[in-house]
């Protein structure tokens, strides 16, 4: 089973940045398709960025330029670098792996964007 750990999250000021990051329990990390995923209150889980086992990445068009997901297979995890960072992010973002028609989902980290 596979267990997807969230950190990161806050409060953030408009324009300003956040880094965040998920932990993956297990061996099949490196192998899977990893993604971040946000849910703004009252509003569907919406895609934001994804990024294959060999590093190609793709992003969600509202975060495009602002947003850069990466990982390290080494280390189990991946990031989400958030820069530019404004009111319309603010929502409960989750780290998302996908592999072999399973979907694994984490507990969710809060980014709230207030001034």
């Known amino acids: 089973q596979v267990q997807l750990v969230e950190s990161g999250g806050g409060l953030v000021q408009p324009g300003g940045s956040l880094r965040l990051s998920c932990t993956a329990s297990?061996?099949?990390?490196?192998?899977?398709?990893m993604g971040w995923y946000r849910q703004a209150p009252g509003k569907q889980r919406d895609f934001v960025a994804a990024?294959?086992?060999?590093?190609?990445?793709n992003y969600a068009a509202s975060v495009k330029g602002r947003f850069t997901i990466s990982r390290d297979n080494a280390k189990n995890t991946l990031y989400l670098q958030m820069n530019s960072l404004d009111f319309e992010d603010t929502a409960v973002y989750y780290c998302?792996?996908?592999?072999?028609?399973?979907?694994?989902w984490g507990q969710g980290t809060q980014v709230t964007v207030s001034s």
């Open positions: 297990g061996s099949i990390f490196s192998r899977s398709v």
């Open positions: 998302n792996l996908y592999m072999s028609l399973n979907n694994y």
């Open positions: 990024i294959s086992s060999g590093g190609i990445t």
